[in-house]
């Protein structure tokens, strides 16, 4: 998903010179030929990430749009401060980019875990969050996001993803995308990890249990009608995150279910417990060691379901 990232971001940075992109020592392999093309957009202000985003958010209220750019939760946690009081208080047109969301770095433990970041990016006024789930919401997201004046956080997978979406569809921020139709259940996913829960969508049917499957890649602004619909039309949710419980998507959904008195409707959330994964593995090994596998999925559907 990063070089997809990287090859859209250098294609509108050609028609566009108020991009500028500001990361910490980190990037290599994927954005030299930014660093070559527009050497005087280009800053790597080394291993200091609250250095990036005081730089990110100067270079924005000279009037451009600036990205920091770095693995996991280091554009994040490491500089939260500024991006709170420098880029949201101001408003400032700053886009936080991630790469490796959730446990996509698993094999480097927990420093390299992303599992807090949305409870944390949604809770600051004028965030938006995003989280693609595969190249072609990447590239949608990616355009959408330098079209759009302010803060914008964007949670981009590693490497390796495949295609979720197998029909054209057209990319909003802050309107889900209905990637399967069904009217037993509703399994709303944000990420990569939505893979995971469209194979258990396909073996539910087998089951004689068709779901709806969502794609939540906003997570703020949170697409209200699309859950409030899913829940009147199916009566079950499902929602499915690469991240904490707490916080994260399944809290978000929960909070409109609440809002807009959706209160009967059966409702599971599946998401990393309340821990950290202290444990060294690869990412597919890691969802499937805290049950977020497609098997899991699919036996949470039916338990829903009955």
Request: hydrophobic fraction near 40%.
């Amino acid at each position: 998903m990063r070089k997809i990232f990287n090859k859209t971001l250098l294609s509108l940075a050609e028609k566009d010179e108020r991009i500028h992109l500001v990361l910490a020592d980190i990037g290599y392999g994927e954005i030299e030929a930014f660093a070559h093309k527009f050497p005087y957009r280009y800053y790597n202000v080394g291993v200091a990430e609250q250095n990036m985003t005081g730089v990110a958010c100067g270079l924005a209220m000279e009037g451009n749009i600036a990205l920091t750019y770095s693995i996991a939760n280091f554009p994040t946690l490491r500089c939260l401060e500024q991006i709170r009081n420098d880029i949201c208080y101001h408003n400032a047109n700053v886009k936080i980019v991630i790469i490796g969301g959730g446990v996509s770095y698993g094999p480097l433990g927990i420093s390299h875990h992303s599992t807090e970041d949305i409870a944390i990016m949604r809770a600051l006024p004028n965030m938006v969050v995003l989280v693609p789930c595969d190249l072609q919401e990447a590239e949608a997201a990616t355009r959408a996001m330098l079209a759009y004046e302010g803060p914008v956080y964007f949670r981009c997978g590693y490497k390796g993803e495949k295609d979720v979406h197998h029909r054209p569809f057209q990319y909003e921020i802050g309107k889900a995308i209905e990637v399967e139709e069904g009217g037993d259940c509703a399994v709303i996913f944000s990420g990569p990890i939505g893979l995971e829960a469209q194979y258990a969508v396909y073996a539910a049917r087998e089951k004689g249990i068709n779901c709806r499957l969502i794609s939540m890649h906003t997570i703020k602004p949170i697409d209200r009608e699309a859950i409030v619909r899913a829940a009147r039309e199916t009566g079950r949710i499902l929602t499915l995150e690469e991240h904490n419980l707490s916080g994260g998507l399944g809290s978000a959904v929960a909070e409109v279910l609440a809002d807009e008195g959706c209160l009967n409707v059966r409702f599971k959330r599946m998401a990393l417990p309340d821990v950290y994964v202290h444990e060294v593995g690869h990412q597919q090994w890691l969802r499937e060691r805290y049950h977020l596998a497609k098997e899991d999925i699919l036996r949470k559907i039916v338990d829903i379901s009955q």
